[in-house]
């Protein structure tokens, strides 16, 4: 089943999320179909991608597929989790990727869409960094992507409260790049992408692998990265990490204990 649609227009890739009876989740089978699209508009000489929903969506993506976590006892965001492939396939292509939001953007895909290059919204969208919710430790480098993208005390407030922030807002504070209105978000995000399609593409290559690896210069030390792990784990092996995730599937408020 294909869970995206992938198109090309001369030098200009266009991906659309097209799994609406699961709100376009961040399953297995869609970040596998996606990076697949990826390496092949790499492939096919594209030079910019315009990454998108389905027109006039509510929820652009509700993140991680939440049935795919483990229920506890293992790290539920760990190097091989499909959104962490995903993260690294957009950091390191060569094309800039335009994330053009619609709708909701929840948990996962908040930091899918913040790795993008640049991020145009419609006034309607919102962003919500949703782990909290579902008692779910997130990890070191989707951290990163979220301090990289806003001050530590917008990511303080994302994570902790858990609460929708608007386009606006996003904008404001520099998470994303421009509100369009309904009516011309797809033409403005394609003259965008044309406009960088007609620049020099390997200077665009190269400077977004500049900008990747200046971005990523912040050390931690061993002992640090062991520290964070430590607490990580301790989160996924609790109480409130089970409880969690079972609330969802059971579709209930979960019970939280701080254990």
């Given at each position: 089943?294909?869970?995206i649609e992938m198109?090309?227009?001369?030098?200009?890739?266009t991906i659309t999320?097209?799994?609406?009876?699961?709100?376009?989740?961040?399953?297995h089978?869609?970040?596998?179909?996606?990076?697949?699209?990826l390496?092949?508009?790499?492939?096919?000489?594209a030079?910019?991608?315009?990454?998108?929903a389905?027109?006039g969506?509510?929820v652009?993506?509700?993140g991680h597929?939440?049935?795919?976590?483990?229920e506890g006892?293992?790290?539920?965001?760990g190097w091989?989790?499909?959104?962490r492939?995903?993260?690294r396939?957009?950091?390191?292509?060569?094309?800039?990727?335009?994330a053009?939001?619609?709708?909701?953007?929840?948990?996962?895909a908040v930091?899918a869409?913040?790795a993008?290059?640049?991020?145009?919204a419609?006034?309607?969208?919102?962003?919500?960094?949703?782990?909290?919710r579902?008692g779910v430790?997130?990890?070191?480098?989707?951290?990163?992507?979220?301090?990289?993208a806003?001050?530590?005390?917008v990511?303080?407030?994302l994570?902790?409260t858990?609460?929708p922030?608007?386009?606006a807002r996003?904008?404001?504070?520099?998470?994303i790049?421009h509100v369009v209105?309904?009516a011309?978000?797809?033409?403005?995000?394609?003259?965008m992408?044309t406009?960088?399609?007609?620049n020099?593409?390997?200077?665009i290559?190269?400077m977004k692998e500049q900008l990747?690896?200046?971005?990523?210069?912040?050390?931690?030390?061993?002992?640090?990265?062991?520290k964070?792990?430590?607490?990580?784990?301790i989160?996924?092996?609790?109480?409130?990490?089970?409880?969690?995730?079972r609330?969802?599937?059971e579709?209930?408020k979960?019970?939280?204990?701080?254990?």
């Open positions: 089943m294909n869970y198109t090309q227009d001369g030098h200009i890739g999320l097209d799994n609406p009876k699961k709100l376009n989740a961040l399953s089978d869609l970040v596998n179909q996606l990076i697949a699209a390496q092949a508009l790499e492939q096919a000489a030079r910019v991608v315009i990454l998108r389905r027109p969506v509510k652009w993506s509700a597929d939440v049935g795919e976590l483990p006892g293992r790290d539920p965001l091989d989790d499909p959104l492939h995903l993260v396939t957009i950091e390191t292509c060569r094309m800039p990727v335009i053009m939001i619609e709708g909701g953007v929840w948990g996962g930091e869409v913040l993008c290059d640049i991020v145009i419609a006034p309607g969208a919102t962003f919500a960094v949703t782990p909290a579902l430790p997130y990890n070191v480098s989707g951290m990163m992507t979220f301090m990289s806003a001050s530590l005390r990511v303080k407030e994570a902790f858990a609460t922030i608007s386009a996003a904008e404001r504070i520099g998470m790049n209105a309904d011309e978000l797809e033409a403005f995000s394609r003259e992408a406009t960088i399609a007609n020099a593409p390997l200077s290559a190269v990747r690896v200046l971005a990523g210069a912040k050390p931690v030390s061993p002992r640090g990265f062991e964070v792990q430590g607490l990580r784990r989160v996924y092996d609790s109480h409130d990490y089970h409880e969690g995730i609330a969802f599937k579709k209930r979960p019970v939280y204990l701080g254990r």
